[in-house]
């Protein structure tokens, strides 16, 4: 049975810095992809950073790009997101994500590419 389980979320000010973790299980994760979307109340999945199989590349939305960083442990069969410089609007649901396909040259972006979901960490954080 594949597993995705994250921990790290918490209530933060504004300013402040939070690390996420992702623990992967059930599946050769070290071959996929991964990511972190996050889900804020009455809005969609906005997909935050992405990082390759091998982990020599990542990606990052325009909103979080320079504040957050992804990375990951293949050994461990982890991914993290440090996140830096937290805004309110940085509030979310935060869920870990795993590829479809394995080996592709970068992460996708689309939440449709990603078939393994965690069940969500809450970021929060106060003005």
């Known amino acids: 049975q594949v597993r995705l389980v994250e921990s790290g979320g918490g209530l933060v000010q504004a300013g402040a810095s939070l690390s996420l973790s992702c623990v992967a299980s059930?599946?050769?994760?070290?071959?996929?992809?991964m990511a972190w979307f996050r889900r804020a109340p009455g809005k969609e999945h906005e997909f935050v950073a992405g990082i390759k199989w091998s982990g020599d590349n990542d990606r990052y939305s325009d909103s979080v790009a320079g504040r957050f960083a992804i990375s990951r442990d293949n050994a461990k069969n982890t991914v993290s997101l440090q996140m830096n410089n937290l805004k309110p609007e940085d509030t979310a649901l935060y869920y870990c994500a795993a590829d479809e396909l394995p080996y592709r040259s970068v992460a996708p972006s689309t939440k449709s590419e990603y078939v393994y979901w965690g069940q969500g960490t809450q970021v929060t954080v106060s003005p």
């Open positions: 059930g599946r050769t994760f070290r071959n996929y992809a």
